[in-house]
């Protein structure tokens, strides 16, 4: 069966720490990984999705980065974190249709 | 405007009642799914439909295609219903609504 890890579940970092949200994919091949934010009161943001090792493509612009070293792992890396950047983040996959599985986020506070 | 629109945003209810969360969309979609986020963070898929209407549990989904409305109803709510729900469409990748923070007390 396919399964979706992230990690770690919530993570506390001071302003200007680099950042590295890691996400895995089991039982599954060449799936489509998405990374979400939820901003505290607002609604979940698309952030970066990839259909491929190497393809990223960028939602809005920010002060993070993606990318998909191996087909089933995508991370989300950020060189300084702004407080900006607190949030609730998400990893998903799919299979190219409708369906989606959500892993289990990550609390970022940046203090 | 946004893609997905909730309502309510927040709904206080007692517990035994029965509780309906809307969803409308202006766009095209492949699918739309119903998501519950627990206050820890993480969410659980609760239903995906593309026509007609699911039930599991006391949880009941129904969508309009032709009018782009899906609606989420709970039966004989419970405070474990307590919990932010999500309505999401699926376009290739997903657009969210804010979410209904629902709060049913005892």
């Known amino acids: 069966s396919q399964t979706i890890h992230q990690w770690p579940a919530t993570l506390v970092q001071p302003v200007g720490s680099p950042l590295s949200l890691e996400c895995t994919v089991e039982?599954?091949?060449?799936?489509?990984l998405y990374w979400y934010r939820q901003a505290a009161g607002r609604g979940l943001q698309l952030l970066f999705y990839s259909v491929g090792i190497g393809q990223i493509s960028s939602e809005v612009p920010q002060n993070l980065s993606a990318s998909r070293p191996q087909d089933r792992q995508f991370i989300l890396s950020s060189k300084k974190l702004l407080l900006s950047d607190s949030g609730f983040y998400l990893c998903?996959?799919?299979?190219?249709?409708?369906?989606?599985?959500f892993g289990s986020g990550t609390r970022l506070t940046v203090v | 405007k946004n893609e997905v629109e909730q309502s309510p945003q927040n709904l206080t209810a007692q517990e035994g009642e029965f509780i309906t969360i809307n969803c409308s969309y202006s766009?095209?979609?492949?699918?739309l799914h119903w998501l519950q986020q627990h206050p820890g963070g993480g969410i659980v898929s609760l239903f995906m439909l593309s026509s007609g209407k699911k039930k599991h549990g006391r949880l009941i989904a129904t969508i309009n295609i032709q009018e782009k409305h899906s609606s989420l109803h709970i039966t004989a709510s419970h405070p474990r219903d307590s919990a932010v729900y999500i309505c999401?469409?699926?376009?290739?990748?997903?657009?969210f609504g804010a979410g209904t923070r629902l709060t049913v007390k005892p």
């Open positions: 766009v095209g979609i492949s699918a």
């Open positions: 998903a996959w799919s299979a190219g249709g409708a369906g989606y599985t």
């Open positions: 039982g599954t091949s060449n799936p489509n």
């Open positions: 999401a469409v699926s376009l290739g990748d997903m657009r």
